[in-house]
C-alpha cells in the first residue's frame, strides 16, 4: 500500500525520574537519552515497518537534532522527498520526564514542523497514494495548518480513506475548531481524555453521540490498559487489550496503535479486527524507550487471529 503521511518530527529529550517535580524544585535523572520522535514521523515509521510504501511531509531546522530525528525513518526506508528544511527554525524537540511504570509528562518546542510551507503541496502528490495518514497537531497553528487543510480537502476529493490521530495538546490547542475542519473523515482516533476534552462532555458515551453529529464515521477511542472502543453510528463495542508483563515507555503507543489500525483496515480488515491489531501494536510499543524504540512489523500481527 502507498501511504502520504503529514505531521512532526521531532526530537525527543528522555528523562528517567523518580517522579515528576514539584515547581521550582530541582531533580537528578537517573538516565538521560535523544530518541527520534514526533506524531508524524513515528506513523510513518510504522507504516514503513509494516512494510508499506510511505511518503512524509514535514519540515526540521538546519541543526544538530535534524539526524536524529531522521535516523530511523532513513533506517526503514521513508520517502522524505516531501521534508523540508527550515534555515530559521530548529527541528522541533519534545521534554519528556519518565517515571516508572511509563507514564510521563511532557514540555513540546514546534520548532520548525509548524513552518511546512502550505505553497509546496500540490493535490497531484496525492494521484499515487492509497491512503491518508494525519496527525491533528498539523491543524494547531502556522503554516503547517493550512498545509494540513489542503492536504484534507484534495484527500477528500480523491475519495481516499483518511485516518486522523487526534492528540491532547492538539485538542487543547485547536479545540472544538477541529470538529469542523475533520467533519466527515471515516477514521478519527483518540484516547478518553480527548474524547472527552473535544466533545465537552463527561462520559464516553455523550462524547460519542457528539462525534456523531459531525458526521464522523468511525471514530476509535483508546483507553489504556481496558483496550480500545470501537464506535459507528449504529453500534459501540469494547475490545479487550493486550496485556504486557511491564510497561517500559508510553511515548509514541498511541501512534503505533493508529498506524497498526490504518494498516489493518487497507488490508481489509474490519474495524475491530483492526482495533485488536491496533491493541497488539500499542503494547509492544509500550515495551520499549522512545516512540521508536519498538516498530511494528508484520510477523508481530500474526498474534491477532
Same mark, same amino acid.
Request: charged share 20%; no cysteine; hydrophobic share 45%.
Given at each position: 500500500?502507498?501511504?502520504?503521511?503529514?505531521?512532526?518530527?521531532?526530537?525527543?529529550?528522555?528523562?528517567?525520574?523518580?517522579?515528576?517535580?514539584?515547581?521550582?524544585?530541582?531533580?537528578?535523572?537517573?538516565?538521560?537519552?535523544?530518541?527520534?520522535?514526533?506524531?508524524?514521523?513515528?506513523?510513518?515509521?510504522?507504516?514503513?515497518?509494516?512494510?508499506?510504501? *510511505?511518503?512524509? /511531509?514535514? #519540515?526540521?531546522?538546519? &541543526?544538530?537534532? %535534524?539526524? =536524529?530525528?531522521?535516523?530511523?525513518?532513513? @533506517?526503514?526506508?521513508?520517502?522524505?522527498?516531501?521534508?523540508?528544511?527550515?534555515?530559521?527554525?530548529?527541528?522541533?524537540?519534545?521534554?519528556?520526564?519518565?517515571?516508572?511504570?511509563?507514564?510521563?509528562?511532557?514540555?513540546?518546542?514546534?520548532?520548525?514542523?509548524?513552518?511546512?510551507?502550505?505553497?509546496?503541496?500540490?493535490?497531484?502528490?496525492?494521484?499515487?497514494?492509497?491512503?491518508?495518514?494525519?496527525?491533528?497537531?498539523?491543524?494547531?497553528?502556522?503554516?503547517?495548518?493550512?498545509?494540513?487543510?489542503?492536504?484534507?480537502?484534495?484527500?477528500?476529493?480523491?475519495?481516499?480513506?483518511?485516518?486522523?490521530?487526534?492528540?491532547?495538546?492538539? *485538542?487543547?490547542? /485547536?479545540? #472544538?475548531?477541529?470538529? &469542523?475542519?475533520? %467533519?466527515? =473523515?471515516?477514521?478519527?482516533?483518540?484516547? @478518553?481524555?480527548?474524547?472527552?476534552?473535544?466533545?465537552?462532555?463527561?462520559?464516553?458515551?455523550?462524547?460519542?453521540?457528539?462525534?456523531?453529529?459531525?458526521?464522523?464515521?468511525?471514530?476509535?477511542?483508546?483507553?489504556?490498559?481496558?483496550?480500545?472502543?470501537?464506535?459507528?453510528?449504529?453500534?459501540?463495542?469494547?475490545?479487550?487489550?493486550?496485556?504486557?508483563?511491564?510497561?517500559?515507555?508510553?511515548?509514541?503507543?498511541?501512534?503505533?496503535?493508529?498506524?497498526?489500525?490504518?494498516?489493518?483496515?487497507?488490508?481489509?480488515?474490519?474495524?475491530?479486527?483492526?482495533?485488536?491489531?491496533?491493541?497488539?501494536?500499542?503494547?509492544?510499543?509500550?515495551?520499549?524507550?522512545? /516512540?521508536?524504540?519498538?516498530?511494528?512489523?508484520?510477523?508481530?500481527?500474526?498474534?491477532?487471529?
Amino acid at each position: 500500500m502507498r501511504f502520504f503521511v503529514l505531521g512532526d518530527v521531532s526530537v525527543d529529550l528522555i528523562y528517567f525520574l523518580d517522579r515528576i517535580p514539584e515547581p521550582g524544585e530541582e531533580m537528578p535523572s537517573r538516565r538521560a537519552l535523544m530518541k527520534p520522535g514526533g506524531a508524524g514521523g513515528t506513523l510513518a515509521a510504522h507504516l514503513a515497518s509494516l512494510g508499506h510504501k *510511505v511518503q512524509l /511531509a514535514s #519540515r526540521v531546522g538546519n &541543526d544538530p537534532f %535534524r539526524r =536524529v530525528a531522521l535516523q530511523q525513518l532513513e @533506517q526503514v526506508g521513508v520517502d522524505l522527498k516531501h521534508l523540508q528544511t527550515d534555515l530559521e527554525q530548529t527541528t522541533s524537540s519534545i521534554l519528556i520526564l519518565l517515571v516508572p511504570g511509563g507514564e510521563r509528562a511532557m514540555v513540546s518546542a514546534g520548532g520548525a514542523s509548524r513552518y511546512l510551507d502550505a505553497a509546496e503541496f500540490k493535490p497531484r502528490l496525492l494521484d499515487q497514494t492509497e491512503a491518508l495518514v494525519l496527525s491533528a497537531y498539523a491543524f494547531v497553528g502556522g503554516p503547517q495548518r493550512q498545509y494540513a487543510i489542503n492536504v484534507l480537502d484534495a484527500a477528500r476529493k480523491r475519495e481516499l480513506p483518511i485516518f486522523t490521530d487526534l492528540g491532547t495538546g492538539a *485538542v487543547r490547542s /485547536a479545540g #472544538r475548531e477541529l470538529l &469542523d475542519i475533520l %467533519r466527515g =473523515v471515516p477514521y478519527l482516533l483518540m484516547n @478518553q481524555q480527548e474524547l472527552l476534552d473535544l466533545s465537552g462532555k463527561t462520559s464516553i458515551s455523550e462524547g460519542a453521540n457528539e462525534l456523531k453529529s459531525w458526521g464522523l464515521e468511525t471514530v476509535i477511542v483508546k483507553v489504556g490498559a481496558m483496550g480500545s472502543i470501537v464506535i459507528t453510528p449504529t453500534w459501540q463495542e469494547l475490545v479487550e487489550p493486550y496485556p504486557l508483563e511491564e510497561v517500559v515507555d508510553t511515548t509514541g503507543a498511541g501512534d503505533a496503535f493508529t498506524a497498526a489500525f490504518a494498516h489493518a483496515i487497507m488490508e481489509g480488515k474490519d474495524p475491530l479486527t483492526a482495533a485488536r491489531i491496533g491493541n497488539l501494536a500499542g503494547s509492544l510499543a509500550a515495551t520499549a524507550v522512545g /516512540a521508536q524504540g519498538r516498530l511494528i512489523t508484520l510477523e508481530d500481527l500474526l498474534q491477532v487471529k
